[in-house]
């Protein structure tokens, strides 16, 4: 008797085996791979902002989302080492910011998804094949965006103010004028 339900568990257990290996392997954490081109500290505030937005969605840090930070500590020639080591760890989404890391992680791999939060010119540096319609696996926001919409809404304005600085960092003076749009002097 003893012997038949150790052969029952044993079957049972085994045939279960599978049922209990794919529910482990949907229960693996999402993991972000977070390819930083400062140090850790330097860029604190923007992983602060990060991780809370990514809680506010319903992500928590350790417990439904993984983050593998690695930082390039001011050295791009470390960008391209830290995106393939991101490839090795199949990690499910590159983030990044800057074109520079952004392009590092975009030659190591074209299946993984990369996100920029900001770009220069993503066009213009080969990232995506266009603003509208990104394309492969590259998404971001980009400076040019602003800028268009900038424009536009400066052909809209009567008057506007312009700030700007000259002189050095250390002595920075600022300077502000006021400019009228031509049709605003022109009557």
Same mark, same amino acid.
């Given at each position: 008797?003893?012997r038949r339900q150790f052969i029952a568990l044993l079957g049972g =257990?085994?045939?279960?085996?599978?049922?209990?290996?794919?529910?482990?392997?949907?229960? #693996?954490? +999402?993991?972000?791979?977070? %390819?930083?081109?400062?140090?850790? /500290?330097?860029?604190?505030?923007?992983?602060?902002?990060?991780? #809370?937005? %990514?809680?506010?969605?319903?992500? /928590?840090?350790?417990?439904? $989302?993984?983050i593998e930070y690695r930082w390039a500590e001011g050295r791009s020639?470390?960008?391209?080492?830290?995106?393939?080591?991101?490839?090795?760890?199949? $990690?499910?989404?590159? $983030?990044?910011?800057?074109?520079?890391?952004?392009?590092?992680?975009?030659? =190591?791999?074209?299946?993984?998804?990369?996100?920029?939060?900001?770009?220069?010119?993503?066009?213009?540096?080969?990232?995506?094949?266009?603003?509208? #319609?990104?394309?492969?696996? $590259?998404?971001?926001?980009? /400076?040019?965006?602003? %800028?268009?919409?900038?424009?536009? %809404?400066?052909?809209?304005?009567? +008057?506007?103010?312009?700030?700007?600085?000259?002189?050095?960092?250390?002595?920075?003076?600022?300077?502000?004028?006021?400019? #009228?749009?031509?049709?605003?002097?022109?009557?």
């Amino acid at each position: 008797m003893i012997r038949r339900q150790f052969i029952a568990l044993l079957g049972g =257990a085994a045939a279960a085996w599978p049922f209990v290996a794919s529910a482990q392997q949907s229960a #693996r954490l +999402r993991t972000i791979g977070y %390819l930083g081109s400062s140090t850790a /500290l330097a860029q604190s505030s923007w992983v602060a902002a990060f991780v #809370r937005r %990514l809680h506010e969605l319903g992500w /928590l840090e350790g417990q439904t $989302v993984a983050i593998e930070y690695r930082w390039a500590e001011g050295r791009s020639e470390r960008f391209a080492e830290i995106a393939a080591e991101f490839v090795r760890l199949k $990690v499910d989404v590159i $983030v990044t910011a800057g074109t520079a890391p952004a392009l590092a992680a975009k030659q =190591a791999t074209s299946a993984i998804p990369i996100v920029f939060p900001l770009a220069g010119d993503p066009v213009g540096n080969g990232l995506v094949a266009s603003l509208p #319609r990104p394309g492969a696996n $590259v998404t971001g926001l980009s /400076l040019q965006t602003t %800028l268009v919409n900038l424009q536009a %809404l400066l052909r809209r304005l009567r +008057r506007t103010c312009r700030v700007c600085s000259s002189g050095s960092i250390l002595a920075i003076r600022s300077r502000v004028t006021i400019y #009228r749009s031509a049709s605003r002097t022109s009557r």
